[in-house]
């Protein structure tokens, strides 16, 4: 059985978040699926209504549209009937070739991953902060850890979630509420595929949600696998005038 | 501050600003809710409106010492009352008083009992609010002697969620003065009671202690002594086993007359009422709680129970003494803040109504299933009482154990578990629950206890009270869902 009773999985389509929505639901979670595509929302949930004792709700939304998201935040908490766990694992990560700048795109990374996240983040944030209960997790990544030649801007964005998120920690911790940052290496999910080439430790959607749980027993960072930490150490105290000359 | 339904968009009132966390008085469940604390009737109905025009339901709330979730209202409406806090009307010589549902009884008591009254029932604390009192129908420990709250009502004014108040005596609008005390807040929100006081010569009773070795024995010594007493309640050390199962100590107490005591006058003085708030005139009754966490495990609890029933057993056996009112009744305030030792998981209280005939041996098997399952509640409390008229009753003419739980997220599970068979147990032995302990009730148990018939006629006047089920809690929706499922093909009433 699992200890959350009502939760939120921003970007439940597809990948971590599907994970994530599958496994709590089958613990017995009430969950709202939250994404773009309720076709595929729609089939998950049957999927998991069948065997859950709640179906999972579904809800369209596009994170690009940041003004919708109180009333829409407002609405699901009512439907589900509480809200313990607020995930938001929606990203995006445009495969570029090396050394091209496409404005536009790195524009769209910046709605998505930064501003998607911090007009749902903060609803929760608001929310738990005042009933002093819940817990925020929010999906970044290892790119964020240290500025590569690759992706500038997906990189950028997981590291602006890492400081938003430990703001938002420290501000709500008085409050009793939990705030965890996930720091993926590789995950098998639509989003790596794009890449189409072998990745480092890659790892299945399910086993990172499977870790991701766990986590929430407490607040702070965490790697998935953990191993990354260690790496990702190594790699954060890599000097500069190395890191200009190597193609990690 | 008028909430000016006028003024503000749903959006504005359904904003975090309204937004709190609402917590069981056990501690153990929580809910978020948007929470309200009108001070006028014309507010109270804006809120009705809000919620109707919103979508939501509105659960009323006073002072929120429901141990479960009676009060609770997740992601909906919750009616504060403690700002209704008028005491309307008192006449000293007749001991009639009106107040408003927010009226503490803190407030009531601290009122009356200048002039020589003292009110009829009492809880274990004086922080509750009459309107919650009222709608659980609060006993005390002289529930075999005068019933519960309910029977001391002489009249209230219902604010019905259609906007109406009606007038309810017992010979006017009969079946909703029955059914509105007791009925759990689901019918209408009082919003003024007119309750008779009970005449005392002094503010003492005359206690006396001694201590019980089982079940049979306490049963006996109830039974025996229920006569004389006004006031009846027995402690039970859970932990013990064996031939020692159901050890425990009783406390008996009389109303004192005038010539029994010196001044008696003195004795309704408040200031001589007043709970102190050191131990021995030094330390702070505040931080007591700190230290009673230290023994806040199985461990430290079978000590404390085992050193308890050893005291009553030798020194404190057969001791009278003369003790204040307050003093004798508002146990759980000798220790402010004495629930924190159940911190962070908080507590449940389980507490089962069993007939007189299947009381000792229901009880015996409870102890013995809690301790097989190596569950053991810290504390037990055992009452006698008797039937009444409300149609929500929990009473019946018997016996009820309080068994106090801890929670913690290590036990949530087993506790479960192990109050469904305890559920079951109570539902063979023809026993009843109480709303405002309860937290551990099913759909299924619920109906098993209160009867087709029973739910039919509370269904019936819900429709009539509350056409658009506007009046909900986590509890009744637990317990009940939709009324409608209650097909309403009943004629006449059960009253």
Same mark, same amino acid.
């Given at each position: ?50 065997? +859950? ?13 940041? +003004?919708?998201?109180?009333?829409? *935040? ?29 404005? +536009? ?9 930064? +501003? ?38 997906? $990189?950028?964005?997981?590291? *602006? ?34 890449? $189409? ?52 | ?36 604390? %009108? ?61 408003? %549902? ?8 601290? =009122? ?45 004014? @219902? ?68 006569? #004389? ?22 406390? #008996? #107490? ?38 009673? =966490? ?8 079978? @000590? ?57 041996? /229901? ?6 299933? /809690? ?23 929990? #009473? ?42 309860? /937290? ?7 109906? =098993? ?7 039919? /006629? ?38």
């Amino acid at each position: 059985m699992s200890k959350w009773r009502f939760a939120i999985v921003i970007g439940a389509s597809s990948g971590i978040g599907e994970a994530l929505a599958r496994q709590l639901s089958s613990q017995g979670c009430k969950v709202a699926l939250v994404a773009r595509r309720t076709d595929k929302l729609n089939v998950i949930a049957d999927e998991l209504g069948s065997a +859950a004792k709640d179906r999972p709700l579904v809800f369209e939304h596009d994170v690009l549209n940041t +003004a919708d998201v109180p009333g829409l *935040f407002e609405k699901i908490c009512k439907d589900l009937g509480g809200l313990d766990l607020f995930i938001f694992s929606t990203g995006v990560m445009p495969v570029l070739p090396d050394d091209m700048y496409d404005t +536009a795109s790195d524009l769209n990374v910046i709605e998505t991953n930064v +501003a998607g996240a911090v007009a749902w983040i903060n609803e929760a944030a608001d929310r738990f902060q005042k009933t002093r209960f819940g817990t925020i997790v929010g999906i970044g990544s290892v790119a964020g850890d240290r500025g590569r030649r690759g992706m500038p801007v997906y $990189g950028a964005s997981k590291a *602006f979630l890492e400081t938003y998120l430990e703001a938002i920690r420290n501000r709500t911790a008085r409050y009793g509420v939990k705030v965890v940052t996930v720091k993926p290496g590789p995950v098998d999910t639509p989003m790596t595929q794009g890449i $189409g080439r072998p990745l480092p430790m890659l790892i299945s959607a399910n086993d990172a949600a499977a870790t991701i749980l766990r986590a929430t027993e407490n607040d702070g960072v965490v790697y998935v696998p953990w191993q990354w930490k260690p790496i990702m150490w190594i790699i954060r105290h890599i000097p500069s005038f190395v890191m200009k000359r190597i193609n990690i | 501050m008028s909430l000016e339904l006028s003024s503000k968009s749903h959006r504005e009132l359904l904003s975090s600003s309204y937004l709190e966390r609402v917590e069981s008085w056990g501690m153990s469940i929580y809910a978020a809710s948007y929470v309200y604390r %009108p001070s006028c009737i014309t507010d109270l109905k804006n809120i009705f409106k809000l919620a109707k025009e919103t979508g939501r339901s509105v659960a009323l709330r006073g002072a929120g010492c429901s141990y479960g979730d009676a009060s609770l209202n997740s992601e909906n409406i919750t009616l504060d009352l403690t700002r209704f806090n008028r005491i309307l009307d008192w006449d000293p010589y007749s001991g009639i008083i009106a107040v408003e %549902p927010g009226v503490t009884l803190e407030q009531l008591w601290k =009122k009356v009992i200048g002039d020589g009254w003292w009110p009829p029932v009492v809880s274990g604390t004086m922080y509750v609010t009459m309107g919650g009192a009222v709608g659980m129908n609060y006993h005390g420990k002289n529930n075999f002697k005068l019933g519960p709250i309910g029977e001391h009502v002489l009249e209230f004014d @219902i604010l019905l969620p259609t906007g109406e108040t009606i007038t309810c005596t017992r010979k006017n609008e009969t079946d909703l003065f029955y059914s509105a005390i007791g009925g759990f807040g689901m019918l209408g929100c009082f919003t003024r009671i007119v309750l008779q006081m009970h005449p005392v010569e002094t503010g003492q009773v005359e206690v006396t202690a001694f201590a019980t070795d089982s079940f049979q024995h306490i049963y006996e010594e109830f039974e025996q002594r229920a006569e #004389a007493a006004d006031y009846l309640v027995g402690w039970i050390d859970c932990f013990a086993a064996g031939s020692q199962l159901g050890r425990g100590q009783v406390h #008996a #107490a009389r109303y004192l007359s005038a010539h029994e005591v010196y001044l008696p006058e003195q004795t309704l003085r408040i200031e001589n009422q007043d709970l102190p708030d050191t131990l021995f005139g030094i330390v702070p009754k505040s931080i007591m709680w700190r230290f009673m =966490k230290l023994a806040a495990n199985p461990l430290g609890m079978r @000590i404390i129970n085992s050193s308890k029933y050893a005291l009553g057993r030798t020194i404190g056996n057969n001791k009278t003494m003369n003790q204040s009112l307050t003093g004798f009744s508002f146990l759980l305030d000798y220790m402010p803040g004495w629930k924190r030792v159940y911190s962070p998981g908080g507590l449940i209280q389980y507490q089962s109504f069993i007939p007189n005939e299947n009381a000792v041996k /229901c009880f015996e098997q409870q102890l013995m299933i /809690c301790q097989k399952r190596g569950i053991v509640p810290w504390l037990g409390v055992f009452k006698k009482h008797r039937k009444d008229d409300f149609l929500m009753s929990h #009473a019946v003419d018997g016996y009820s154990l309080a068994l106090d739980f801890p929670v913690n997220d290590s036990n949530r599970e087993q506790l479960k578990s192990l109050t469904d068979e305890l559920n079951s147990l109570v539902i063979q032995s023809h026993g009843r629950f109480y709303f405002a302990k309860d /937290c551990t009730l099913t759909k299924d148990i619920a109906a =098993k206890f209160l009867g087709e018939k029973t739910l039919r /006629c509370f269904a019936r006047l819900k429709k009539k009270c509350d056409p658009q089920n506007i009046l909900q809690t986590d509890l009744s929706r637990r317990l009940f869902g939709d009324w409608t499922q209650f097909a309403d093909d009943l004629t006449g009433s059960r009253i």
